[in-house]
């Protein structure tokens, strides 16, 4: 069964959500106003900051609830975005969408292989997707997206106001997202919540790597005294450079650099991210040779 997306003058796509607690606390139609509180909550922020994260942009996107059935324990939300200009979210989280996601490579899916499992480290590969690297060793390749998603905190307490914290309670025992003609996006039962549970410290090494071989950089500012504070214009930008090449540093503590500063240099660069504030270090590892 297709997704069926309506679609406004403006050229917005509508998705019609339908989000559904089922178990015996809720034969008789009612929902815990606490759970049902928490879960609009935890939708609403998971949907606005995965686009912030992918699109750079909060004006993208409105999400809206539908008057509530009589009688029902689901709710049901508008979720309207333009997937022609941006990402479309609802495809990478994995509840809804059209866009083209690689199978086992949506968020929702992701938080599931991984199992509750801590992770350990987040990389960047040649190919510049990101490397899950867990506790016990295993890794997992996904799109370079998923480096920010995963490791924020609130992302996480958002998937767990949604399905975590709702399936513990007594009585609940699935939660679903479906289409508005019946299709699943989404089934959690309350044996596999826990890989959803809240993660205060998400990914043990707050930051990503990625190594550069023979990059050409030259030097703006430099500091006989200290390795660190130098700067160094690398792809048109000026960033401040850390030097772990004792080699070098001696050669330009003794006078033996004399064109440093107009020569260029290939350096084996180390690019270190914050995957919280998204801040990058630059360390040179090694200074090879002049151009």
């Not at 609403?44 to 809206?64: A, M, P, Q, Y």
């Not at 960047?124 to 690297?133: P, R, S």
Request: aromatic content about 8%; hydrophobic content about 35%; charged content about 30%.
């Amino acid at each position: 069964m297709k997704n069926k997306r309506n679609v406004t003058d403006e050229g917005e796509v509508v998705d019609k959500l339908v989000v559904k607690y089922d178990g015996e606390a809720l034969k008789n139609h009612k929902i815990d106003l606490d759970v049902l509180t928490e879960s609009l909550n935890g939708l609403n922020n998971l949907l606005k900051e995965v686009n912030l994260i992918v699109n750079g942009t909060s004006e993208n996107l409105n999400v809206d609830v539908e008057p509530f059935r009589e009688g029902s324990f689901e709710y049901l939300i508008d979720v309207i975005q333009n997937p022609t200009q941006y990402l479309d979210i609802l495809s990478i989280i994995g509840i809804g969408g059209t866009g083209v996601v690689a199978a086992g490579s949506t968020l929702i899916e992701i938080i599931r292989s991984i199992s509750g499992r801590q992770i350990q480290k987040i990389a960047l590969t040649a190919d510049g997707d990101c490397k899950i690297i867990l506790e016990d060793g295993q890794e997992i390749v996904a799109p370079s997206y998923f480096r920010p998603l995963l490791s924020s905190p609130s992302i996480r307490k958002a998937l767990s106001k949604i399905i975590h914290n709702p399936l513990q309670k007594e009585g609940y025992e699935t939660f679903k997202i479906s289409n508005s003609q019946g299709k699943d996006f989404v089934v959690v039962n309350e044996k596999e919540a826990e890989p959803f549970r809240y993660r205060r410290v998400p990914v043990e090494q707050s930051y990503s790597e990625q190594k550069f071989d023979d990059v050409p950089i030259t030097f703006l500012t430099i500091h006989k005294d200290k390795n660190t504070g130098w700067r160094a214009n690398y792809e048109d930008e000026t960033v401040t450079v850390t030097i772990e090449d004792e080699d070098f540093l001696q050669r330009v503590r003794t006078g033996r650099e004399s064109r440093i500063f107009s020569d260029v240099y290939y350096v084996d660069l180390l690019v270190r991210e914050n995957l919280n504030s998204l801040d990058k270090t630059y360390i040179v590892d090694r200074v090879n040779e002049l151009l």
